[in-house]
T-cell receptor, first 111, second 114 residues
Framework: DQQVKQNSPSLSVQEGRISILNCDYT??????FLWYKKYPAEGPTFLIS?????DKNEDGRFTVFLNKSAKHLSLHIVPSQPGDSAVYFC??????????FGAGTILRVKS | DVKVTQSSRYLVKRTGEKVFLECVQD?????MFWYRQDPGLGLRLIYF???????EKGDIPEGYSVSREKKERFSLILESASTNQTSMYLC?????????????FGDGTRLSIL
């Protein structure tokens, strides 16, 4: 039972344009959501998070949006850069418990 | 900066062998985790520990065990390695119990079981 789903295995975007990565979840108890970025041969690195009491959190070029009624969150990267090419994982937790990860989306930013 | 060090980047073992994967952190974090990453499946939690000598099963503990004798070190043990345990193994740490703090990952061990 996949509680966190990233339905797009890959996404290709032109440099300078917006990248939008999507994530859906099924567990209504999730109250904290994170995005991680992973380069090949490296561990995932934390990118940005959002609490369920908010609907938006912004950090530089990265913005995460949360739609609780739709159980959906998205990561926007503006403008996209070639160095953003990586695998992006969405993750969620309920009351500080263990993280549940999605399957990941491969982002390719073309220059 | 948090540093999470996994002892090997690449490891090749044979079926039936007992395999040890080591993870060491330098930030005095209470919580430590072992995941495996497989294509199309994301990261799946094998075991975690929130204190010395404490351990909890994750989502896929079968065929694995763990050891945490010191706060900074968390070991994953494959009791009798099998080919379906070929995977990327990732260790992570986190401060605080039940805290909404990000987990910090090591660079992973790519384990091949032949």
């Amino acid at each position: 039972d996949q509680q966190v789903k990233q339905n797009s295995p890959s996404l290709s975007v032109q440099e300078g344009r917006i990248s939008i990565l999507n994530c859906d979840y099924t567990n209504s108890m999730f109250d904290y959501f994170l995005w991680y970025k992973k380069y090949p041969a490296e561990g995932p690195t934390f990118l940005i998070s959002i609490s369920s009491i908010k609907d938006k959190n912004e950090d530089g070029r990265f913005t995460v949006f949360l739609n609780k009624s739709a159980k959906h969150l998205s990561l926007h990267i503006v403008p996209s850069q070639p160095g953003d090419s990586a695998v992006y994982f969405c993750a969620a937790s309920a009351h500080g418990n263990k993280l549940v990860f999605g399957a990941g989306t491969i982002l390719r930013v073309k220059s | 900066d948090v540093k999470v060090t996994q002892s090997s980047r690449y490891l090749v073992k044979r079926t039936g062998e007992k395999v040890f994967l080591e993870c060491v952190q330098d930030m005095d974090h209470e919580n430590m985790f072992w995941y495996r990453q497989d294509p199309g499946l994301g990261l799946r939690l094998i075991y975690f520990s929130y204190d010395v000598k404490m351990k909890e099963k994750g989502d896929i503990p079968e065929g694995y065990s763990v050891s945490r004798e010191k706060k900074e070190r968390f070991s994953l043990i494959l009791e009798s390695a099998s080919t379906n345990q070929t995977s990327m193994y990732l260790c992570a740490t986190q401060t605080g119990l039940y805290s909404n703090q990000p987990q910090h990952f090591g660079d992973g061990t790519r384990l091949s079981i032949l």
